[in-house]
């Protein structure tokens, strides 16, 4: 039996609860009687001091979900004025995309490496003599460390022959790669969005689930009820993530209220045909040393925000979504796309792509097809018009970026000698401003994701990475094709 994480099951809950409102219609009526379906009259508190403060934090959920920064936001005025007609008015293009519910922040101590219990004091002074900056000195029995004087290294845990160096983490300030989380005086993180490179992993490893993306769900559900063509293109790795087939998936996504859905294989192939033609042109023809992949954005714009002198060898051909939304609205030109995907990068991407209206993550998904009582079992197959690769339908994996390039390289394809970095944190990050810099590389084509695992690896996915890796290879091998069928030309 697979035991509850409580962080994530709230977020879904309001996720939920906000869905099955809009589909009964009943959204601005009962929306302010949110956090009490969730957290019912007669409850104890579970997780916080009380009741009362639980179902506050529940609102600020609700308030993120509908897509304000919650901490810019008046939270006296009621739920259901934030979904009416006469709702504050707020900006989709913002740079701030994720919010901190200030209330649901644990205040976690800081970050630091301190001595335990287990510390004997000895002879040795292994931790004093492995400190390079003079921090750490023994004294009655027992090693310090002064904090004022510590850069955290590590060498101190690393040396002690008792492990009783322990170091304390925050984990939203340890996961982020770029040291865009902060603490304010009060101890509570605060996002430096100058630095962000909207990677969500913060989001995705804070145990309290303090730290939200401001969602355009509310807007894409208005969309289901608009009357306009409305497109739903979703990514390679959705194949991992439902446990049913895409084509089910397609079917189900069609009763939520969308009329047509693209699968953003297609526009990984056309990027494929482009990248491997921009690689003979510059790696080949031009002798340059090596070319990265362009279709992570997080990554793209951690070059431009933090090694821009990396930019010259990244490829400008643009992502698969921007492509297959391309392709969209050139066959349904009053269509509104949606793209489907599992990181919070796509948002910030899509703020700039002029064929790119909205972005919704997995778990929005998954919140919609509850909220609309959908049984995906129950759902019969739809067939696409067009197959993409077999490699195409693996983009979201580890290696299938790269591969994809070296099939449509033809007989330049023997030229690739590709190289995978999979994860951004300060160790990839150490290595890519050494290429940067050298102008070498293990490989001439680099492939760079920001997610462990490619894109099943991202911060709105549902299922774990082996079991979604293994989902999107099966589905790929069973519905690919060989061949191109949608050609970079078209």
Same mark, same amino acid.
């Given at each position: 039996?697979?035991?509850?994480n409580?962080?994530e099951?709230?977020?879904?809950?309001?996720?939920?609860?906000i869905?099955?409102?809009?589909?009964?219609?009943t959204?601005?009526?009962?929306?302010?009687?949110?956090?009490?379906?969730?957290?019912?009259?007669?409850?104890e508190?579970?997780?916080?001091?009380?009741?009362?403060?639980?179902?506050?934090?529940?609102?600020?959920?609700?308030?993120?979900a509908?897509?304000?920064?919650?901490?810019?936001?008046?939270?006296?005025?009621?739920?259901n004025?934030?979904?009416?007609?006469?709702n504050p008015?707020?900006?989709?293009?913002?740079?701030?995309?994720?919010?901190?519910?200030?209330?649901?922040?644990?205040?976690?101590?800081?970050s630091?490496?301190?001595?335990?219990e287990?510390?004997?004091?000895?002879?040795?002074?292994?931790?004093?003599?492995?400190?390079?900056?003079?921090?750490v000195?023994?004294?009655n029995?027992?090693?310090?460390?002064?904090?004022?004087?510590?850069?955290?290294?590590?060498k101190?845990?690393?040396?002690?022959?008792?492990g009783?160096?322990?170091?304390?983490?925050?984990p939203?300030?340890?996961?982020c790669?770029?040291?865009?989380?902060?603490?304010?005086?009060?101890?509570?993180?605060?996002?430096?969005?100058?630095?962000?490179?909207?990677?969500?992993?913060?989001?995705?490893?804070?145990?309290?689930?303090?730290?939200m993306?401001?969602?355009?769900?509310l807007?894409?559900?208005? #969309? $289901?009820?608009?009357?306009?063509?409305? /497109?739903?293109?979703?990514?390679?790795?959705? =194949?991992?993530? &439902? !446990?049913?087939?895409?084509?089910?998936?397609?079917?189900?996504i069609?009763e939520?209220?969308?009329?047509?859905?693209?699968?953003?294989?297609?526009g990984?192939?056309?990027?494929?045909?482009?990248e491997?033609?921009?690689?003979?042109e510059?790696v080949?023809?031009?002798?340059?040393?090596?070319?990265?992949?362009?279709c992570?954005?997080?990554?793209?714009?951690?070059a431009?925000?933090?090694i821009?002198?990396?930019?010259?060898?990244?490829?400008?051909?643009?992502?698969p979504?921007?492509?297959?939304?391309?392709?969209?609205?050139?066959?349904?030109?009053?269509?509104?796309?949606v793209?489907?995907?599992p990181?919070?990068?796509?948002?910030k991407?899509? #703020? $700039?792509?002029?064929?790119?209206?909205? /972005?919704?993550?997995?778990?929005?998904?998954? =919140?919609?097809? &509850? !909220?609309?009582?959908?049984n995906?079992?129950?759902?019969?197959?739809?067939?696409?018009?067009?197959k993409?690769?077999?490699?195409?339908?693996?983009?979201g994996?580890t290696?299938?970026?790269?591969?994809?390039?070296?099939?449509?390289a033809?007989?330049?394809?023997?030229?690739?000698?590709e190289?995978?970095?999979?994860?951004i944190?300060?160790?990839?990050?150490?290595?890519?401003?050494?290429y940067?810099?050298?102008?070498?590389?293990?490989?001439?084509?680099v492939?760079?994701?920001?997610?462990?695992?490619?894109?099943?690896?991202?911060?709105s996915?549902?299922k774990?990475?082996?079991?979604?890796?293994?989902?999107?290879?099966?589905?790929a091998?069973?519905?690919?094709?060989?061949?191109?069928?949608?050609?970079?030309?078209?």
């Amino acid at each position: 039996m697979t035991k509850r994480n409580y962080s994530e099951h709230f977020k879904m809950e309001v996720l939920e609860e906000i869905c099955s409102m809009f589909y009964k219609g009943t959204l601005e009526k009962d929306i302010n009687h949110l956090p009490w379906n969730i957290i019912p009259k007669g409850s104890e508190a579970a997780f916080r001091c009380c009741v009362y403060k639980e179902r506050a934090i529940l609102k600020l959920r609700a308030l993120a979900a509908f897509g304000y920064s919650v901490n810019e936001v008046d939270e006296a005025i009621p739920l259901n004025e934030y979904v009416g007609q006469n709702n504050p008015q707020f900006d989709h293009k913002s740079n701030k995309l994720l919010t901190v519910l200030e209330s649901a922040c644990s205040a976690c101590v800081k970050s630091r490496y301190m001595v335990s219990e287990l510390c004997q004091g000895c002879l040795a002074r292994k931790c004093e003599n492995a400190c390079f900056f003079n921090a750490v000195t023994v004294s009655n029995h027992k090693a310090h460390i002064d904090q004022d004087k510590c850069k955290s290294c590590g060498k101190c845990k690393d040396a002690c022959p008792y492990g009783a160096i322990l170091k304390l983490t925050v984990p939203c300030e340890e996961s982020c790669p770029v040291n865009a989380i902060k603490k304010n005086e009060k101890g509570i993180a605060k996002i430096d969005h100058s630095l962000c490179i909207s990677c969500g992993n913060c989001m995705k490893n804070c145990p309290f689930g303090a730290i939200m993306e401001r969602s355009q769900i509310l807007d894409v559900l208005k #969309q $289901t009820k608009a009357g306009k063509p409305l /497109v739903a293109m979703v990514a390679p790795s959705i =194949a991992g993530q &439902f !446990g049913i087939s895409v084509g089910q998936l397609a079917t189900a996504i069609k009763e939520l209220g969308f009329t047509h859905v693209y699968e953003v294989a297609l526009g990984a192939d056309i990027t494929a045909q482009k990248e491997a033609a921009e690689f003979i042109e510059k790696v080949v023809d031009e002798k340059r040393p090596f070319m990265t992949t362009s279709c992570c954005h997080a990554y793209t714009r951690l070059a431009k925000k933090h090694i821009p002198e990396l930019l010259p060898y990244i490829s400008s051909t643009g992502t698969p979504m921007h492509y297959t939304a391309q392709l969209a609205k050139k066959e349904i030109p009053e269509a509104i796309t949606v793209f489907v995907g599992p990181c919070l990068s796509k948002r910030k991407e899509a #703020q $700039t792509d002029e064929y790119v209206d909205y /972005v919704i993550s997995y778990e929005e998904l998954k =919140a919609m097809i &509850f !909220g609309k009582g959908i049984n995906l079992e129950d759902c019969p197959e739809t067939e696409f018009d067009r197959k993409a690769t077999v490699e195409a339908l693996k983009f979201g994996i580890t290696g299938g970026v790269a591969q994809t390039v070296k099939k449509a390289a033809g007989d330049y394809a023997s030229l690739i000698k590709e190289e995978v970095i999979a994860g951004i944190d300060r160790k990839n990050i150490f290595k890519l401003k050494a290429y940067a810099k050298t102008g070498k590389s293990a490989g001439n084509l680099v492939e760079v994701m920001c997610c462990p695992g490619g894109c099943v690896g991202g911060c709105s996915t549902i299922k774990p990475i082996k079991e979604a890796r293994e989902q999107e290879e099966a589905y790929a091998e069973k519905a690919g094709v060989d061949s191109f069928q949608v050609k970079a030309s078209e």
